[in-house]
Nanobody, 115 residues
Framework: QVQLVESGGGLVQAGGSLRLSCAAS????????MGWYRQVQGKQRELVAR???????TYRDSVKGRFTISRDNANNTVFLQINSLKPEDTAVYYC?????????WGQGTQVTVSS
């Protein structure tokens, strides 16, 4: 089993920044793809950014240039630097890890952006 714990969310004014962290622990073998998703109540969870084993990154169009995903492989942690926040970024942000045969999710961290 793998446990993921997100942190770093909060209430911030539009234009502000946050840095989300996701620490993974448990039965982790090697370096696994990880990602950040977000979900607004009543809507589907959507991919925000992901990072491969080799460090390649992918972003949804609406966050390109504002969000940066990175990872610390030694500590099994993935980060999401969020800049120039907009009210439409308000959501619960979840991280995930994809291993052979399983996908694990954290419990989420709330990001609220006030206008």
């Amino acid at each position: 089993q793998v446990q993921l714990v997100e942190s770093g969310g909060g209430l911030v004014q539009a234009g502000g920044s946050l840095r989300l962290s996701c620490a993974a622990s448990g039965s982790i073998f090697g370096i696994n793809p990880m990602g950040w998703y977000r979900q607004v109540q009543g809507k589907q969870r959507e991919l925000v950014a992901r990072i491969t084993r080799g460090g390649s990154t992918t972003y949804r169009d609406s966050v390109k240039g504002r969000f940066t995903i990175s990872r610390d492989n030694a500590n099994n942690t993935v980060f999401l630097q969020i800049n120039s926040l907009k009210p439409e970024d308000t959501a619960v942000y979840y991280c995930n890890m994809i291993t052979v045969g399983n996908t694990y999710w954290g419990q989420g961290t709330q990001v609220t952006v006030s206008s």
